[in-house]
T-cell receptor, first 114, second 115 residues
Framework: AQTVTQSQPEMSVQEAETVTLSCTYDTSESDYYLFWYKQPPSRQMILVIRQEAYKQQNATENRFSVNFQKAAKSFSLKISDSQLGDAAMYFCAYSGGSNYKLTFGKGTLLTVNP | GAVVSQHPSRVICKSGTSVKIECRSLDFQATTMFWYRQFPKQSLMLMATSNEGSKATYEQGVEKDKFLINHASLTLSTLTVTSAHPEDSSFYIC???????????FGDGTRLSIL
């Protein structure tokens, strides 16, 4: 079974600084997708970024980028120029190649200090 | 705008009541939808996979008779919490995806409070 591990229950960052959230996963599949979702206090789940395992290039979305290390099964999220609105719970998630089902990590609560 | 609509957003009702929650995909057809439960400060726990035109697939430990799922069309799945009790109080979220590997789009969730 696939597992997703987020080893940092909480992280904090100063506004305008950079922070990296860690995620590792375990799978025997070769074709899969990885996601980072953000859940602010409103509890709405918002997609931050998506990575296809067959792509070597790291995905980027404006201030958000990932460091995808397939051999190490690592998928960290880097947030640059942190803003107060980035404060939220961040979930790393895995989806197998033939399946829609998402496996979530336990989440990392990010605090942004002004 | 939202591509998955979930309704209602908040329910408060008496113990013993059955509560129906709807999840609609607005921009795409979804043969598969998912229902999650989330406790405070915890991750999403998958309850069941809703399959259009067939029976839902429940995760281990989830009572089928307590949490009834119906996926009658390609854009609508419903979760009915039958004879709800205070321990069923939680935040329930649905999701749907337009295709394999595509991101799941989530509803805004339903906060269920059983008195």
């Amino acid at each position: 079974a696939q597992t997703v591990t987020q080893s940092q229950p909480e992280m904090s960052v100063q506004e305008a600084e950079t922070v990296t959230l860690s995620c590792t996963y375990d799978t025997s599949e070769s074709d899969y997708y990885l996601f980072w979702y953000k859940q602010p206090p409103s509890r709405q789940m918002i997609l931050v970024i998506r990575q296809e395992a067959y792509k070597q290039q790291n995905a980027t979305e404006n201030r958000f980028s990932v460091n995808f290390q397939k051999a190490a099964k690592s998928f960290s999220l880097k947030i640059s120029d942190s803003q107060l609105g980035d404060a939220a719970m961040y979930f790393c998630a895995y989806s197998g190649g033939s399946n829609y089902k998402l496996t979530f990590g336990k989440g990392t609560l990010l605090t942004v200090n002004p | 705008g939202a591509v998955v609509s979930q309704h209602p957003s908040r329910v408060i009702c008496k113990s013993g009541t059955s509560v129906k929650i709807e999840c609609r995909s607005l921009d795409f057809q979804a043969t598969t939808m998912f229902w999650y439960r989330q406790f405070p400060k915890q991750s999403l726990m998958l309850m069941a996979t809703s399959n259009e035109g067939s029976k839902a697939t429940y995760e281990q430990g989830v009572e089928k008779d307590k949490f009834l799922i119906n996926h009658a069309s390609l854009t609508l799945s419903t979760l009915t919490v039958t004879s709800a009790h205070p321990e069923d109080s939680s935040f329930y979220i649905c999701s749907a995806s337009p295709g394999v590997g595509q991101p799941q789009h989530f509803g805004d969730g339903t906060r269920l409070s059983i008195l």
